[in-house]
């Protein structure tokens, strides 16, 4: 029942540092088109929001779907390997 546990761990393992590197590139994009740098006064409150809000929509884009490999996975009764699960999510959910 241990190995269960490490079922479907292998997407997020895989893509974890690209999606945090894409995460806090956005972050920054957006604050330092939002507020000049130059000026050596912090962020206020709400640019850090919107660079946090605005940062996360490339992220959810790709980890939702990793996210749904991964428990699909985990949930399924027979062993699925990655393949099989990405193109059983495809063809039941599809692109939306």
């Known amino acids: 029942r241990v190995r269960s546990m490490y079922r479907g761990i ?13 995460n806090f590139g ?6 330092r088109t ?6 050596g006064r912090v962020a206020p409150l709400h640019v850090h929001w919107l660079a ?3 940062g996360a929509l490339p992220i959810s884009t790709i980890t939702g779907p990793i996210v749904l490999v991964k428990v699909q ?3 399924a009764r027979e062993r699925l390997g990655i393949l099989q699960c990405v193109r059983d999510v ?5 692109l939306r």
């Open 10 to 22: 292998v997407p997020p393992m895989t893509t974890s540092g690209f999606v945090s590197s894409l």
């Open 90 to 94: 495809f063809r039941h959910a599809g």
């Open 26 to 31: 956005g972050f920054e994009l957006v604050r």
């Open 73 to 75: 996975q985990q949930a």
């Open 34 to 39: 939002l507020h000049d740098d130059a000026s």
């Open 52 to 54: 946090g809000c605005f």
